[in-house]
């Protein structure tokens, strides 16, 4: 009989990804049991019901738990963390599932000399729906997750924390904080912004009905994230300014670039971006 790489899985945030975690870990048969740690009792009672935590979570868990997963929302994690500090055992492993970094890695430092037990991750995979119901035991199977240790992180911390993403079936690289953060602003948090920001201009036209009536699979593929919670892409986008509105300023020139082809008639500049994009966008796969 495999041992299980967790003992002790405790997760605080029990909907998609935390959910989806514990379904992957005990199908892999990587995990002897699982308590939940939530700010609704509903949620913490259906994700006990579809078998994603084994009971609910109490402060004496933390103690003796092999892994303490993170996955509520980024502007939850300073409680969170500041609940636990004092009661995290000296052999608990922490990690979390946040969209950004560098404010995890800063967060980090409330666990005092405890920060070593702290390997952040970000995994690459979610979806539109939310809650312990969208969990499943497959999300991460194939995916991307992104490791970005500490300093004082032991190498083998960050070994364990590995293999156990990747006993969800994930793929693991590393980057540091600061790199992530301006790598997914580019290519997954101004997208969304761009997604809702687009879908609230024409919530705001008073012939909204009459546009959104018309529009085709284009308008669904475009704004399909702007499904996703607000409050979720809230704390992400303020946690991640910085590198964000770098981004919408790049993003901004851009636009001119094509304003000023179309103001000026000229086709043969906007074939020329329409090219560029189409060969780059047909030749990638997400991985």
């Not at 970094?101 to 920060?115: F, M, T």
């Not at 995994?123 to 004082?152: H, M, N, Q």
């Not at 809702?196 to 009905?209: C, G, M, P, T």
Request: proline share 5%; charged share 25%; with cysteine.
């Amino acid at each position: 009989m495999i041992e299980p790489l967790v003992k002790k899985l405790v997760i605080f945030g029990t909907g998609l990804i935390g959910g989806s975690f514990a379904l992957a870990l005990k199908k892999a048969g990587m995990v002897r049991e699982a308590v939940g740690f939530g700010r609704s009792a509903n949620t913490l009672a259906e994700a006990k019901k579809l078998g994603i935590i084994d009971r609910t979570g109490s402060e004496a868990d933390l103690k003796d738990a092999d892994l303490v997963l993170l996955s509520a929302p980024v502007g939850q994690l300073q409680e969170i963390l500041k609940r636990i500090a004092p009661l995290l055992g000296k052999n608990t492993l922490v990690t979390d599932a946040g969209s950004t970094k560098g404010d995890v890695a800063q967060l980090a430092r409330l666990l005092g000399e405890k920060s070593a037990q702290f390997v952040p991750a970000h995994p690459i995979a979610g979806g539109e729906k939310s809650g312990p119901s969208a969990a499943t035991a497959d999300l991460f199977e194939g995916r991307k997750v992104v490791l970005t240790p500490l300093p004082e992180n032991p190498a083998a911390s960050v070994e364990k924390v590995r293999r156990i993403w990747e006993a969800c079936g994930a793929a693991v690289s590393e980057m540091s904080p600061e790199e992530h953060d301006e790598v997914f602003a580019a290519v997954s948090h101004l997208p969304h912004l761009l997604s809702f920001a687009l879908v609230h201009d024409l919530a705001e036209r008073k012939n909204r009905d009459l546009l959104l009536s018309h529009a085709a699979s284009g308008f669904r593929d475009f704004t399909r994230i702007a499904a996703s919670s607000p409050e979720m892409w809230r704390d992400i986008c303020l946690s991640n300014r910085d590198a964000l509105i770098h981004e919408i300023d790049r993003y901004a020139k851009e636009l001119g670039t094509v304003r000023q082809a179309l103001a000026e008639g000229d086709a043969a500049r906007l074939e020329e971006i329409f090219s560029k994009a189409r060969s780059i966008r047909s030749g990638w796969e997400p991985g």
